[in-house]
């Protein structure tokens, strides 16, 4: 398996991580072992992204009771439900394939998994051929304790849409010390984990963010992506709330001698109130978090 495409070893060799980034890759497999089958399983929400029949790029907030994703073979994975009707990526499943990024998540604990690769229906809802696995440290993800009792399932809010961001929302992104960001390449789609003190996501205008790339694995597979492709979409939960705020559009990285900036223009824009039916509660901030201005 070749751990990565011409875009992140372009960006690798910019940075001049090249050789940390080829030891990490070794860290990426494309089986499910039986640690990471039980933390699958155990998890109540899975990050998806994928193109939907126009090719944007979207994340997307998937939730359910433990168990509603689990392993069902050495490569496989199974999500019972499927994408919701009222998301921007229901129907973008196929029984052709469809490549999809995931991300499993523990807010509690701080860890997180990546699992990449080829989405099917299935009577349950979709299965995944894993065709990459691997864990992330816990740099810069917020803790928080889930406070719901009621069991996890589909949320039930209505969607609105636009073009931009209003002021509500650009003041919701402002506030923000997460959110996700899926983007493609010629060899699949990924799902990756963005997070910082309140502050660290930027609007620029309606439909202009920025953030900083902080320091992380040295992988590059968001940046490298980027740099091959540059369709992207973000996903801005809210914690307390269940609203889901989701983003798809272009974006780009800036190189300046001391820091990357990534800057994003959205095309579309999706608030959907009560997506989620979990709870969490205030974060407990990553101690990795930079200050922000």
Not at 142 to 152: C, G, I, L, V
Not at 178 to 196: E, I, L
Request: hydrophobic share 35%; charged share 20%; with cysteine.
């Amino acid at each position: 398996m070749v751990a990565y495409h011409p875009g992140s070893l372009a960006v690798q060799d910019r940075v001049g991580v090249r050789d940390l980034a080829a030891h990490v890759g070794r860290s990426i497999g494309t089986g499910i072992r039986p640690v990471a089958a039980a933390f699958l399983e155990a998890r109540p929400m899975l990050v998806i992204g994928a193109a939907d029949a126009d090719g944007r790029v979207w994340a997307s907030l998937l939730t359910g009771a433990p168990g509603f994703v689990r392993a069902t073979g050495p490569a496989t994975v199974s999500v019972a439900g499927g994408v919701p009707a009222r998301d921007p990526l229901a129907g973008a499943i196929t029984p052709a394939g469809t490549p999809v990024g995931t991300l499993a998540l523990d807010p509690g604990t701080r860890r997180r998994m990546r699992l990449n690769g080829t989405a099917r229906p299935s009577r349950r809802g979709f299965t995944v051929e894993a065709e990459r696995v691997f864990s992330n440290c816990p740099k810069y993800l917020q803790r928080r304790e889930r406070y719901d009792s009621e069991p996890a399932g589909p949320g039930t809010g209505t969607p609105h849409h636009g073009e931009a961001l209003t002021p509500a929302q650009a003041a919701r992104v402002r506030a923000a010390d997460t959110f996700f960001v899926a983007t493609a390449a010629p060899d699949g789609v990924d799902a990756s984990h963005r997070g910082g003190n309140p502050g660290f996501v930027r609007v620029d205008g309606p439909r202009e963010l920025s953030w900083r790339d902080y320091p992380g694995n040295a992988m590059f597979l968001t940046l490298g992506n980027l740099e091959a492709d540059g369709r992207a979409g973000l996903l801005f939960p809210d914690w307390e709330t269940g609203t889901t705020l989701q983003l798809t559009g272009r974006a780009r990285t800036e190189y300046g001698p001391e820091d990357r900036v990534v800057r994003f223009r959205a095309d579309r824009v999706v608030e959907t109130p009560g997506a989620s039916p979990l709870r969490w509660s205030p974060p407990e901030y990553s101690p990795a978090n930079p200050p922000t201005p």
